[in-house]
Each structure stands twice: as structure tokens, then as C-alpha cells.
């Protein structure tokens, strides 16, 4: 086993039958920065290349359409009350990471990246402070802005969690003209139009409600796009909505439990992956430690259970899917590892490989293909 201090993997192919798997971290403990891994795609085999890029707190990450960039959060609050955003230019021989610059993320506790369809803009969520925020990206890669700075307003019904607004999450839609930011402390999923500009413009209606208490964490969009579905950490749910490209709406279809039945235990979700071939959805449960797997209708978009597969560890904060669809990699973030699981194509199930990378704090993991 590989020891690494890992907090998001985000993985880029390298060659025909390889991928870069770069992993972001935590860096209370023994982690430098950001990792990085080559990645058999034919076979989920995985070799280290080490510390790409020393950082603090390089909890998410997000890469360049163009797959030349790498945007990573610096989740603290140091710099006037805020975190940073940091951009870097990638050697696509060696996995290495160069600085380019970094922003003011104009926000405590940055969590979610999203970059839209053209490159030219990032998007971000920060925590604390409840806001997102839009910037700039420059053919060479270095960020400007902020051009757009949202605070959100609200409280929910769980007093230790939902006191004030928490945004957590910041997603575009495939035809770019929409911005999606589920926020945990108010219940709500923000729907804003997205300008040429780069600017966010709050859609109308500008939200969709959840079941209060709910605390929405993570969204993805179904590859139709005529579907989304929204994690909610704070009572382990699932959400599938009706989404409306052209309009910019979303409505709640059905919510599901991502627990089995008879569990008793404390539980919170993280994340939530659709398959590239929209046949199924992954949820990921700290507490019950286990990747929640679900089919997709295509017709209704409704949920039926496919199954549980535990993680190999504990707390699995972050997970994805490998560009050819056939492997998952699930972040255990309290055990330290990264555990390699084939994908049924046919069912959606979970086989572990037997690849487990001991890696500290895992907690986000992406990919991208590049030639």
C-alpha cells in the first residue's frame, strides 16, 4: 500500500491507457499538498508520483476544460476572513503542479470548485461565510475577479448545523447558461443564470426548497439533462428533481433514504456521482462507512435501491467515477485510504480490486481525459 495524505482526487489521463489521478488533501497531519497517482484505466492499477504541489489545505480541486489547469480551494480563513483559490498549470509528462496565482476566495471555509463549458470562468461555494462567488480565467490560466459575489440569506431547523446560510456546493449545467448552488444551512438549492460575463443573475424562481432539515451538500446533473439529484448530509436522503434546461427550474420528484433499513447508527452523506452512462446514481454515507447505489428510470427519473457496499474504511467524505466509467474511487477520510472498486456495467455494483492507497484524509476525487 501507497502512504499519502489525501483529501480529493482528481484524475486526468495521460496517455491512451493511462490517467493522472491528482489528490488534494487536508494538511493538519502529515500532508504536504496535493498527490498525484498514474492510473491504469484498463486495469484500476495505480502507481504514486508523489507531492505535485505543496499547499495548505487543498481540499477540492477542479481541472481546466482545456486539461492544461488545475484550480484548487485553500479551505481556511486567514486572509481577511477568507480562503484562497489557487491556480496551476500542469506538466502533462510528470503529474507536476506550477503556480500561477492566487485569489482572495472573498469567503470563509471555500469547499466546491466548478469550472463552466468555455474555461472561462470559476465558480465557487464558501462555507462559513455562506456565499458563492464567480471569477475570471485567463488564457494563460491565472484568476481574476471576483466578477460576481452572492451572499445567501436564511436559517433551517437544525440548530447546531443550519444557524445561518452554508453554501456547499456550486454546479453548471451542460448547456452553461445555468448555475446550481445547494446551500446545507438553509434547505435550498440556489438556480442562478449564468452570464457571458461570468456573472450570476439569481433565476426565477431563484430556488427550489427541500425537506427542512434536510441540509443539501453535493448535486449532480443526470447526462440527459433532463434529471439532477442532491445529497443531503443531514438526514442521509437522496433527492431526484425534474430539471429544466431552458428554464432554469428544478423540481423535487421523489427523496430516498441512502441507509439500509434496520441501520440505527449516526450517519451523514457526502457525495453523489452519476454514472457517464445515466443508468445509475452513487451516494456516499459517513457513518454507515458505504457507497448507496441506486437506478435511475429513465422515463420518471425515480430511484430504486440497488444495493450498499462498504468502503473498506471509515468516513468516505468524497468519491468518483474514472473517465472510461469502469472503476470508482471512494476516500476513506478518517482511515487514510483510497480504496479501488470495479463498476458492473450492467447492475452498477461495487467489486473492491484490492487496491487500497493508504493515503491521510481523503476527501474529493475527479477526472478528466486528455490526449
Known amino acids: 500500500m501507497f502512504r499519502y495524505t489525501l483529501l480529493c482526487a482528481v484524475g486526468a489521463a495521460l496517455l491512451s491507457a493511462d490517467a493522472i489521478v491528482y489528490v488534494g488533501t487536508y494538511t493538519q497531519k502529515a500532508s504536504k499538498g496535493i498527490y498525484a497517482f498514474r492510473m491504469k484505466t484498463g486495469s484500476g492499477e495505480m502507481t504514486p508520483l508523489g507531492v505535485v504541489a505543496e499547499a495548505k489545505n487543498p481540499s477540492y480541486v477542479v481541472l481546466h476544460p482545456n486539461g492544461k489547469f488545475l484550480f484548487s480551494v485553500n479551505e481556511h480563513g486567514d486572509d481577511q476572513g477568507s480562503g484562497r483559490i489557487t491556480a496551476y498549470a500542469i506538466d502533462r509528462g510528470t503529474g507536476k503542479l506550477t503556480e500561477l496565482n492566487s485569489v482572495l476566495s472573498r469567503g470563509a471555509a471555500p469547499c466546491h470548485l466548478s469550472v463552466d463549458r468555455t474555461g472561462k470562468f470559476l465558480f465557487v461555494a464558501n462555507y462559513s461565510s455562506g456565499n458563492v462567488a464567480s471569477f475570471g480565467i485567463a488564457a494563460d490560466g491565472k484568476l481574476s475577479g471576483p466578477i460576481s459575489n452572492i451572499q445567501h440569506r436564511g436559517s433551517g431547523p437544525n440548530r447546531q448545523r443550519q444557524r445561518e446560510p452554508h453554501a456547499h456546493s456550486i454546479n453548471i449545467s451542460k448547456n452553461n447558461r445555468w448555475a446550481v448552488a445547494a446551500d446545507l444551512g438553509i434547505d435550498q438549492l440556489l438556480v442562478y443564470g449564468l452570464g457571458s460575463d461570468g456573472s450570476l443573475t439569481a433565476a426565477n ?10 441540509g443539501p451538500r453535493h448535486f449532480a446533473f443526470h447526462p440527459s439533462q433532463k434529471f439532477a439529484f442532491a445529497i443531503n448530509e443531514l438526514d442521509s436522503t437522496l433527492t431526484s428533481l425534474k430539471f429544466d434546461a431552458g428554464r432554469g427550474r428544478l423540481e423535487v420528484i421523489e427523496s430516498v433514504s441512502t441507509l439500509p433499513a434496520g441501520f440505527g447508527g449516526n450517519n451523514s452523506t457526502a457525495e453523489v456521482v452519476v454514472h457517464p452512462n445515466g443508468r445509475f446514481v452513487y451516494g456516499s454515507n459517513r457513518g454507515h462507512h458505504s457507497i448507496a447505489i441506486f437506478r435511475v428510470d429513465p422515463a420518471t427519473g425515480k430511484l430504486t435501491a440497488a444495493g450498499h457496499v462498504s468502503t473498506e474504511g471509515r468516513t468516505p467524505r468524497n468519491f468518483n467515477i474514472d473517465p472510461t466509467g469502469n472503476f470508482l474511487l471512494a ?12 463498476i458492473d456495467a450492467a447492475t452498477g455494483g461495487l467489486t473492491p480490486t484490492g487496491q487500497k492507497l493508504e493515503v491521510s484524509m481523503p476527501v474529493c476525487v475527479k477526472f478528466l481525459s486528455v490526449k
Not at 424562481?205 to 432539515?213: E, N
Not at 476516500?331 to 470495479?342: A, I, L, P, R, S
Open 331 to 342: 476516500g476513506n477520510q478518517d482511515t487514510d485510504t483510497v480504496v479501488v472498486f470495479k
Open 205 to 214: 424562481p431563484a430556488s427550489t426548497a427541500l425537506k427542512p432539515g434536510a
